[in-house]
């Protein structure tokens, strides 16, 4: 029998971690020392950049940063999206930064719809392709949001995805996820998923929001819905297509394969099992680079989701009917007004005093 593939062990080996952050067994017990020594270093880090030992770099305009403080996908990608929706739906012109996990390399790089994912990575580029703001990444979001206003001098507000440990970058308003796990076991890495302390109580420019059914954690918060808006054929969706739920109806009754290179791929697969699509799952590693198609020869619909189609082009042998899902991740208008309310208003001139016609 041939040996496992390293890539195969890493992901076995990952997976065997998170199951044991669910309670506070063997696994989890041995990795606290461990912890211990995380939650000094993080603590010590955090005292450098709040004494002002080591700088924070401020923009030109109001930064507000959304994040986990625990590791996986709480939504914290689609939360960005909802934000930046609403600020441009209330007057301002966003722009995005972010790391863009999966890059050749960390420097800062301005974002086209049309950008390959291992120059921006995939998450950025789903994050310009669906709000049709500038985005910009780079390691250091500060730099990466310096580069965005020059390239874009209108936009007046930033938003960072998955920003809040970068403390370099100073921020107005910092936006928690949390999704079902809550706080997990209550532990830090590696012998739980806190990547810092839960929080007490919030700061005056802290909100927190759900990306559940019921808040998940004690810290008070906005819970969100998250539902399927529909689907759009591949090439309609590189085309700018918007989703059609008379498409995914037409999905009942058929054969098909449901691909998901996220961090939590049930719930996607979930959603499209509540809209009584019968599905062959196929999840993968998060930020699966499809450089091999995952799904089985002769497999005639595949349904993927707006993450994984950035990296499927349509000129592309597919072998089979691909199909892009789109999930709206919708907060509640009391967590649109507290944001909003954190923020000064939108104006209607640029940095430099101009009057904007």
Do not use: C
């Amino acid at each position: 029998m041939p040996a496992p593939a390293p890539a195969t062990l890493r992901e076995g080996l990952a997976a065997t971690l998170q199951r044991s952050w669910q309670g506070r067994g063997p696994l989890s017990t041995l990795f606290v020392p461990a912890a211990w020594a995380f939650g000094v270093a993080a603590a010590l880090r955090r005292g450098l950049f709040e004494g002002g030992v080591r700088e924070r770099a401020r923009l030109p305009v109001p930064v507000v940063v959304v994040g986990n403080v625990l590791v996986g996908g709480a939504g914290k990608t689609p939360t960005a999206l909802a934000v930046v929706a609403l600020l441009a739906g209330s007057g301002y012109r966003p722009g995005i930064v972010s790391r863009g996990y999966g890059r050749r390399d960390d420097s800062v790089a301005l974002v086209d719809p049309d950008s390959a994912t291992d120059r921006v990575g995939d998450e950025p580029l789903l994050l310009r392709r669906r709000s049709g703001v500038p985005v910009a990444v780079g390691a250091d979001r500060a730099a990466a949001g310096r580069a965005l206003l020059r390239a874009h001098p209108a936009v007046d507000v930033v938003v960072s995805d998955d920003g809040l440990q970068h403390l370099a970058l100073e921020r107005d308003v910092e936006v928690l996820v949390f999704d079902e796990r809550g706080a997990g076991n209550g532990r830090l890495l590696p012998a739980g998923p806190l990547r810092e302390r839960l929080p007490r109580v919030l700061g005056p420019q802290q909100l927190v929001v759900y990306n559940a059914d019921t808040p998940t954690t004690t810290l008070p918060g906005h819970v969100a819905r998250r539902e399927l808006a529909g689907i759009t054929a591949l090439a309609d969706w590189w085309a700018g297509a918007l989703p059609d739920r008379t498409a995914l109806a037409a999905l009942r009754g058929r054969p098909i394969v449901a691909v998901a290179g996220i961090a939590r791929p049930g719930r996607f697969f979930a959603m499209l099992r509540a809209h009584g699509i019968d599905i062959v799952e196929q999840p993968l590693a998060d930020h699966a680079d499809f450089a091999t198609l995952p799904w089985p020869v002769g497999a005639t619909d595949v349904v993927v989701t707006e993450k994984d189609a950035v990296k499927l082009t349509p000129t592309r042998p597919l072998g089979a009917r691909v199909w892009v899902a789109r999930l709206d991740f919708v907060p509640p208008p009391a967590f649109d007004a507290a944001l909003l309310a954190l923020l000064p208003p939108p104006t209607a001139s640029d940095r430099h005093g101009n009057t904007a016609p």
